[in-house]
């Protein structure tokens, strides 16, 4: 079965500086996507970013960036420019090319300091 | 565009109690999905719709728990009798039908506390 790994419960950042959050998965899966979801205080839970497997090219949203390294199965988030904003819950996921669901990591909380 | 509702946000009952817990996608999304996280672990797939159809329930942890999605549109998931270890946040998502990337689109969540 395919597992998620977020080795840092709990992380901080200075506002204004750059954090990478790091999550690591198990597959056999060669097609593959994997998914940083934020959950704010608020609760609903919202996309950040994608990664489709099968393209080589690191994904981009802003001051959101991942460094997905295939053959290590790595898949960490960079959020450049930290803002108070940021504070939240963070996710990994996984989903196969076969299957529907989703597998998540524990999460990291991310904490940002004024 | 409306987002994924849940309701209740939160309910506390008693070991034995039943408890619905309803989910309403986003309107046109074919997909559906429960899933559940306890308190400092992961998120966990419970089950897929496809309209009114389970198409995955592979996640479902036992018979108390039993999901319904009459008419293909919102969902309820019953826990009956509920156990301490049901205590948790119960997360709905849902997606169109389609591509394989789609992101799932998730609701706030229904904090469950079993006493």
Redesign the interface.
């Known amino acids: 079965a395919q597992t998620?790994t977020q080795s840092q419960p709990e992380m901080s950042v200075q506002e204004a500086e750059t954090v990478t959050l790091s999550c690591t998965y198990d597959t056999s899966e060669s097609d593959y996507?994997l998914?940083w979801?934020k959950q704010p205080p608020?609760?609903?839970?919202?996309?950040v970013i994608?990664q489709?497997a099968y393209k080589q090219q690191n994904a981009t949203e802003n001051r959101f960036s991942v460094n997905f390294q295939k053959a290590a199965k790595s898949f960490s988030l960079k959020i450049s420019d930290s803002q108070l904003g940021d504070a939240a819950m963070y996710?990994c996921?996984y989903?196969g090319?076969t299957?529907?669901?989703?597998?998540?990591?524990?999460?990291t909380s991310l904490t940002v300091i004024p | 565009e409306a987002?994924v509702t849940q309701f209740p946000s939160h309910s506390v009952i008693e070991k034995g109690q039943t408890v619905t817990l309803r989910c309403d996608p986003i309107s046109g999304h074919d997909?559906l999905?429960w899933?559940r996280r306890v308190m400092?672990?992961?998120?966990?797939?419970l089950l897929?719709f496809v309209k009114e159809s389970k198409?995955?329930e592979s996640?479902m942890p036992n018979n108390r728990f039993l999901a319904e999605r009459t008419g293909g549109t919102y969902s309820t998931l019953k826990v009956q009798p509920a156990e301490l270890e049901d205590s948790g946040v119960y997360?709905c998502?849902s997606s169109p039908l389609g591509l394989?990337?789609n992101?799932?689109f998730?609701?706030?969540?229904t904090r469950l506390t079993v006493l």
Request: charged share 20%.
């Open positions: 998620v996507y998914f979801y608020s609760r609903q839970m919202i996309l994608r489709e996710f996921a989903r090319n299957g529907n669901q989703f597998y998540f990591g524990t999460g | 987002g997909n999905y899933y400092g672990k992961e998120i966990k797939f897929h198409q995955d996640g997360f998502a394989a990337d992101e799932q998730f609701g706030p969540g």
